[in-house]
């Protein structure tokens, strides 16, 4: 979901069983730099003039989003990659590290003219190359999760609207169910989530098992979206290394990006 913009529909059909249940705790901003210590490297992605996205570095030059962030809402055209700005850690004006983007790989399956489709979902993944590398001692970035999940309670952090000036983490949601690549959480996500990391706990650490895509309604109960991410990713890594550096190429919603209007899909974004 881009702060920007309303999410996409996704029949109810193509998930079946779905639990509905809404039991995530609240979340807590994290306003002071001890607050922040570990989270550093999730972070806004900003699209000029359109709206936010969150992000996280999974390598000192990567990041891992929603592909419906890297796609302007209005045209389906993809954005350039000097339109986008990441900002890790930012806290009421003041990021840990800022980078420009040098290059933008959407997953190549991903459609940005169609509804939020399950294969749309499973797919709406994006890696992005930052024009320079951020340190490590900056922001340690985060790797996935591979396997099984150790139980059902994951986290998320994430910017949103009405929460865009810092990170907000929910310690605690549930992964309600997994159906294949798909994934559906409790957890309290809002415009302007999309990309934003969903983790479990493996000894001291999160490892990222999702990106939220979108928010559904079920019998007037919200769930949010993601997918399984391990050869998502792997074949986006695959795309960034053969593509030269440049720009992309029962209802749910897409959280938009950050922009305050309200829609029918999951991207989060805003301006």
């Not at 998930?15 to 249940?21: K, N, R, S, T, W």
């Not at 806004?44 to 592909?67: E, K, N, Y």
């Not at 004006?93 to 959407?106: D, K, L, M, Y």
């Amino acid at each position: 979901m881009i702060w920007r913009r309303p999410f996409f529909a996704l029949l109810l059909a193509l998930i079946p069983g779905l639990a509905c249940a809404q039991s995530g705790s609240g979340l807590v901003r994290l306003t002071d730099r001890d607050d922040l210590l570990g989270w550093e490297a999730v972070g806004r992605l900003d699209m000029a003039g359109t709206g936010f996205c969150t992000g996280t570095l999974i390598a000192p030059d990567l990041v891992l989003t929603a592909a419906h962030c890297v796609y302007d809402p209005r045209s389906n055209a993809p954005l350039p990659a000097e339109n986008l700005t990441f900002r890790a850690g930012l806290r009421d004006g003041v990021s840990i590290a800022e980078r420009r983007i040098r290059q933008v790989v959407p997953h190549a399956g991903y459609r940005p003219e169609l509804n939020m489709t399950r294969e749309n979902v499973r797919q709406d993944v994006a890696l992005l190359r930052l024009a320079s590398p951020i340190v490590s001692s900056d922001a340690n970035p985060f790797i996935l999760h591979s396997g099984p999940l150790p139980g059902e309670q994951v986290s998320v952090a994430s910017y949103g609207q009405g929460r865009s000036e810092a990170l907000s983490r929910q310690r605690q949601c549930k992964v309600l169910r997994a159906f294949g690549d798909l994934m559906t959480f409790d957890c309290n996500v809002t415009f302007g989530s999309s990309g934003a990391p969903v983790f479990t706990r493996v000894g001291n650490r999160g490892r990222i098992v999702s990106v939220i895509s979108g928010v559904a309604q079920i019998n007037g109960k919200r769930m949010s979206l993601g997918m399984s991410l391990p050869a998502v990713v792997a074949e986006l890594k695959s795309q960034m290394r053969r593509t030269a550096v440049s720009g992309p190429g029962r209802d749910i919603k897409r959280v938009q990006v950050g922009s305050g209007n309200s829609g029918i899909g999951a991207k989060f974004i805003k301006p």
